[in-house]
């Protein structure tokens, strides 16, 4: 798999007029930080925390001119200005991307920036290479949920406890998260299990969320 140039981006997945995609850069990366702890406050805990460390960019990262890293941070850009960000994880061995996160600035959440590159997921997934897209969303609003469902991913169910948020109370919680996938190739290529390998609860659920007849959660 490799990652989409900013113009391949921008081909495929157009936004609206007057934004952009970018690339992060190393120099970008404190006030970046800092945009990303004043549009989204939520995250100084949980699998979110580690966008705040400049380590974590610094060691994981793909920066702009550097070497290839396995996570992206695409930029959403206004006027030259950084209003938001899309990260991805590509996963070689699986040929899987995981959708890590999603941040809008709040003046910007109404421009319809997130929808679209959402929209296209399904077309940059299938030009980076991928053939699994695979995504965790909040359950704190429906956003999250509406436009990846829109998008053509199929909910698979709910972690409880997979995440760590901080409460109205401010305690910190562990949380219910939705989770989303998509396949990307034909369903002559997906091994259908045996029933005679699960379970009865799960050959219950598989029969439920995967029915033999039904083919929606392929392409």
């Known amino acids: 798999m490799r990652w989409l140039s900013i113009e391949e981006m921008a081909d495929l997945a157009p936004l609206p007029d007057g934004?952009?995609?970018?690339?992060?850069?190393?120099?970008?990366?404190?006030?970046f930080i800092q945009a990303i702890k004043q549009w989204h406050p939520d995250i100084v805990v949980g699998a979110g925390s580690?966008?705040?460390?400049?380590?974590?960019?610094?060691?994981?990262?793909?920066?702009?001119?550097?070497?290839?890293?396995?996570?992206?941070?695409f930029l959403f850009k206004h006027?030259?200005?950084?209003?938001?960000?899309?990260?991805?994880?590509?996963?070689?061995d699986t040929l899987s991307m995981y959708g890590r996160l999603m941040v809008i600035a709040?003046?910007?959440?109404?421009?319809?920036?997130?929808?679209?590159?959402?929209?296209?997921?399904?077309?940059?997934?299938?030009?980076?290479?991928?053939?699994?897209?695979?995504?965790?969303?909040?359950?704190?609003?429906?956003?999250?949920?509406?436009?990846?469902?829109?998008?053509?991913?199929?909910?698979l169910g709910f972690m409880p406890g997979y995440d760590r948020e901080v409460g109205e109370d401010g305690v910190i919680k562990r949380v219910y998260e939705a989770v989303y996938a998509m396949v990307l190739v034909p369903k002559e290529r997906l091994l259908r299990p045996e029933s005679k390998n699960l379970s009865p609860k799960a050959k219950a659920l598989f029969e439920l969320l995967f029915p033999a007849e039904d083919d929606s959660n392929v392409a």
């Not at 992060?24 to 006030?31: I, N």
């Not at 006027?79 to 996963?91: A, K, L, P, Q, T």
Request: charged share 25%; proline share 4%; hydrophobic share 35%.
């Open 106 to 155: 709040p003046e910007h959440r109404n421009s319809k920036i997130a929808s679209t590159a959402v929209a296209a997921a399904e077309s940059l997934g299938r030009a980076m290479g991928a053939e699994y897209l695979y995504s965790v969303a909040t359950l704190k609003h429906p956003y999250a949920q509406l436009a990846t469902e829109r998008a053509g991913f199929q909910l």
């Open 50 to 73: 580690c966008y705040l460390r400049e380590d974590f960019y610094h060691d994981k990262v793909f920066l702009d001119g550097e070497a290839e890293r396995d996570i992206q941070v």
């Open 19 to 31: 934004y952009s995609y970018g690339r992060l850069s190393r120099g970008e990366v404190p006030a």
């Open 79 to 92: 006027d030259g200005r950084i209003v938001g960000m899309w990260s991805w994880e590509r996963e070689p």
